[in-house]
């Protein structure tokens, strides 16, 4: 194209891309109504069979976001990822219906779970793609902390909140109490596969918005959960 000239786009083009567009929203919004009944129905059932407590496992990512004021005041949440907003978004819905149905609802913010013999989680699944000699690219900047935790660890907060009887409902981030960092994660896949190919990305997209001593706190007073593993030793 020569130099100084725009790209015309015909009607016709711009018509397509629109439709597109449209139809990607209506394919969005049909998928989040399905979610919506599916959850709602989860809420009717406990309400039914007159259960005591539901618990429920979100992402710690509902908590990438970075905050925008006005003279000290929060204006709103700018979410870092898609997968962000959706899981906050989520937690929001399961919140409101939690009130609605009058269920004891426990959500527990989970960071990436760590488990040595299965590949099916996200950390399983690097460690397999150092295994193969293949070249792996994280999104992350190397200096970016990384939550994980064990299953082991994860069992024993899930029984914790389970045999509990005198606790409320309430929102938890879980975490293991050992600061790593996406470096880190690089330098045990490496010592997994010597020679292993990472590259990390330059800019940051984690902007946590997490309280870790406080967390820690409320889930050791009211579940007195303590974690114990270190998935980096």
């Known amino acids: 194209m020569p130099r100084g000239k725009k790209k015309v786009v015909s009607v016709a ?8 567009e449209i139809e990607s929203l209506g394919a969005q919004l049909k998928e989040k109504k399905a979610e919506l009944k599916k959850l709602e129905a989860i809420f009717h ?21 970075t905050v925008q004021q006005d003279k000290g005041s929060i204006v709103r949440r700018d979410y870092v990822t898609a997968r962000a907003f959706n899981c906050a978004k989520f937690e929001e819905l399961t919140g409101y219906l939690a009130i609605k149905s009058n269920v004891k609802t426990v959500i527990t913010r989970l960071p ?4 040595q013999n299965n590949s099916s989680t996200y950390i399983g699944k690097l460690f397999d793609t150092v295994s193969e000699s293949k070249p792996l690219e ?8 990384i939550e994980l ?3 082991r660890d994860l069992m024993e907060l899930l029984v914790s909140i ?3 009887t005198i606790d409320k409902s309430g929102e938890y981030t879980v975490t293991s109490g050992y600061h790593r960092t996406y470096g880190e994660l690089g330098d045990a896949l490496t010592r997994c596969a010597p020679g292993a190919e990472i590259s990390y990305a330059a800019a940051s997209r984690y902007e946590l918005v997490l309280n870790d001593e ?6 050791r007073d009211n579940y007195g959960f ?3 593993d270190d998935v980096l030793p």
Not at 45 to 65: A, R
Not at 214 to 219: F, G, T
């Open 149 to 151: 935790l064990s299953v």
């Open 214 to 219: 406080r967390e820690s706190k409320r889930l």
């Open 162 to 164: 389970t045999e509990e």
């Open 13 to 20: 083009e711009r018509i397509e891309a629109v439709k597109a």
């Open 112 to 115: 990436y779970i760590v488990n």
């Open 45 to 65: 059932t406990c309400v039914v069979n007159e259960v005591s407590k539901l618990i429920v496992l979100s992402s710690i990512n509902s908590l990438n976001f």
């Open 226 to 228: 303590i974690p114990t």
């Open 138 to 145: 994280l999104s992350y900047n190397e200096k970016q902390r």
